[in-house]
């Protein structure tokens, strides 16, 4: 009899284990995009996991820290890059799945004034005068080394023959949105930005725009890395559609593949 009590227990034991509701999957995925997608994406994320019920949480920052972060084994899933050098660097360290990768957006970089500013319109190309226009203020645009933003602003500067005397006035920042800061507070008196940002902060006013020819370039590439979970897949595909593409066009980007859906 203790011997059937015992079996009775175990059955009784197993009947509820196997009855008993599966604990609800959690589905999500980890995104590390440049800090000028920021609220085009959470919309876009916002979108997806309404659709599909996959959390996303983005982190954003500047592509060259996110990048390093990916290559030393940061949990993200996905990499959305402000240029290529930066994706090429990922790629080389074999932190990208390269064939997933895609250009996904373009942009433009704008000389922004704060809005209260005197300064009125101008037309930038071969001779303009920055250093001059800028005074005794202050130019703020992401580090020229490194940021791309920066390095977009440096590349239109020198083109343009406007990089020498304009250099001794920038004020460096870690990624565009701090650049975009410092302008709206009033501690920079011009920043180059791009586009899509001068777009969503109201404290800056766009006073000029650079050339598409005087500066390579402004592709934001895409990308799953090499740890990605089976979610990325799905989320790629989410961004290249007709709703993603809405969204972004929304906020000024230019969307340079052909819709899926």
Known sequence: MPRLAAVLAAFVIL?????SPAPAED??????AAASIKNALDEVDDAYT??????????YAASPALAKQIELGAPADIFASADTDWMDHATARQAIDAPTRVNLLGNSIVLVAPADSRIERVDIGPGFDLAKLAGDGRIATGDVKA???GKYARAALEKLGAWQAAEPKFAMTENVR??????????A????????????EPGVRIVGTFPADSHPAIIYPVAATTTAKPEAAGYLAFLRSTAAKTIFERYGFKFLVSPTT
């Open 189 to 200: 008196d011009l920043g180059i930005v791009y586009s899509t940002d001068a777009r969503v």
């Open 50 to 59: 309404a659709k599909t019920g996959v959390r996303v949480t983005a982190s």
């Open 147 to 149: 940021v791309p933003v």
């Open 178 to 187: 701090a650049a975009l800061a410092l302008v709206a507070r009033g501690e």
């Open 27 to 32: 589905r999500s995925i980890t995104v590390f």
């Open 15 to 19: 009947c509820g284990s196997a009855c």
